[in-house]
Each structure stands twice: as C-alpha cells, then as structure tokens.
T-cell receptor, first 112, second 112 residues
Framework: EAQVTQNPRYLITVTGKKLTVTCSQNMNHEYMSWYRQDPGLGLRQIYYSMNVEVTDKGDVPEGYKVSRKEKRNFPLILESPSPNQTSLYFC???????????FGPGTRLTVL | SQQGEEDPQALSIQEGENATMNCSYKTSINNLQWYRQNSGRGLVHLILIRSNEREKHSGRLRVTLDTSKKSSSLLITASRAADTASYFCATNPPSGNTPLVFGKGTRLSVIA
C-alpha cells in the first residue's frame, strides 16, 4: 500500500531532550516535506527536500533540523525541544512537478 | 509564507445542502489544490485545478478557478455527515521550485 508513515504518533517529552520523528514513504517520491499545524495558524512548512541530500528551509525552520540521506526517509530532529514546539507535525511527499502531496498520519508532540 | 486564505473560517449546514468554500491567493500559480483533513489526521488530496482550467469536477466536488481574481471555490453538493472536516486550499507557484503553500482552512460541519 502506498503510504507515508511517521513515528512516533504521540510523544510527550521535556524541554531540552533531543528527539527525532521519523518519516518514510514507499512511493519513490523525490519531494518530501515537514509541516507543523497549530490552532488558528493552519499548516506551516518547516523544511522540505527536493531530493536526496537537498534540503531547504520552509517558513518556520528555527529549532529544527532535517536530513535526507535516502530517498524514502526524511527525519525531523529537534536538538533541544522547547514548549513552543508543542504541535501536530505532518510529513508529506510527492513526485516532482505539480502533483498532489501525500500526507502521513501526524505526530502529536508535547514538550513540557 | 501563507498565500491561500479560505473563507469562511467555519461553515455549518444541514445534511443534503450544498457547501461552498472560497479561497483567495496573492501571486501567480501553476495550480491550486484542495485538501480535506478529518480532525487531527493527515490531509487528503481532493482535487487539483491548473491555471489554464476554469472548472473541474470530481464526484460531488466542483472546483472553479478565476485567475484574474486570484480566487477559487470548492462546492460540495448534497453534503453528508461524513463530509464534516476541515478543507484547505494550497497553491503551487509557476516556478516549480517553491512547494505548496497552504491556507488556514475552512471548518465544515454537516449536521445530520
């Protein structure tokens, strides 16, 4: 089944404790992206990647890191999480060009 | 930076009625897409309309695009309780290098 998977789905952590949210897609998509969704703010892009070893900042990259060593994986790294990073995070992927994005199920992160 | 602005922010209708949501955007686009999100879950692609198209249909969905007014509308006919969700428009600029930019969404409630 074609899909985007994220892990974990739910995470409660404390300020400063490094964490990684994994994202994997099995559709051979070149493009992958991370978004965060907050009430009243809609979806805001954190980072995106056009292909392996190519990443770019989105609208809200501060406090996040990403890597794209393999085509299928695009992990989101929070080196020192803070409470303002409490949010619902989505990973998405698509073929290059102007096609639809496929979204993962979301990761709900709470930073205490 | 968010480009799409959906209107209204929230809409409540009776089952069987039609629901219309609007989206306005600011800059030139290659295409405009509509997505649906059930509460707290990943977004699902509904329909894509290219800049050279004016209207597109998919099942009970009808999308129009007016590039002169930089606006689009999504019509859901004969709505069902299962259509209750948030609906987002997303624009893809002509360059192809800048990824989708999402609006803040319209929350649709269909009352049985």
């Amino acid at each position: 089944e074609a899909q985007v998977t994220q892990n974990p789905r739910y995470l409660i952590t404390v300020t400063g404790k490094k964490l990684t949210v994994t994202c994997s897609q099995n559709m051979n998509h070149e493009y992958m992206s991370w978004y965060r969704q907050d009430p009243g703010l809609g979806l805001r892009q954190i980072y995106y990647s056009m292909n392996v070893e190519v990443t770019d900042k989105g609208d809200v990259p501060e406090g996040y890191k990403v890597s794209r060593k393999e085509k299928r994986n695009f992990p989101l790294i929070l080196e020192s999480p803070s409470p303002n990073q409490t949010s619902l995070y989505f990973c998405a992927s698509m073929f290059h060009g102007y096609n639809e994005q496929f979204f993962g199920p979301g990761t709900r992160l709470t930073v205490l | 930076s968010q480009q799409g602005e959906e209107d209204p922010q929230a809409l409540s209708i009776q089952e069987g009625e039609n629901a219309t949501m609007n989206c306005s955007y600011k800059t030139s686009i290659n295409n405009l897409q509509w997505y649906r999100q059930n509460s707290g879950r990943g977004l699902v692609h509904l329909i894509l309309i290219r800049s050279n198209e004016r209207e597109k249909h998919s099942g009970r969905l009808r999308v129009t695009l007016d590039t002169s007014k930089k606006s689009s509308s999504l019509l859901i006919t004969a709505s069902r309780a299962a259509d209750t969700a948030s609906y987002f428009c997303a624009t893809n600029p002509p360059s192809g290098n800048t990824p989708l930019v999402f609006g803040k969404g319209t929350r649709l409630s269909v009352i049985a």
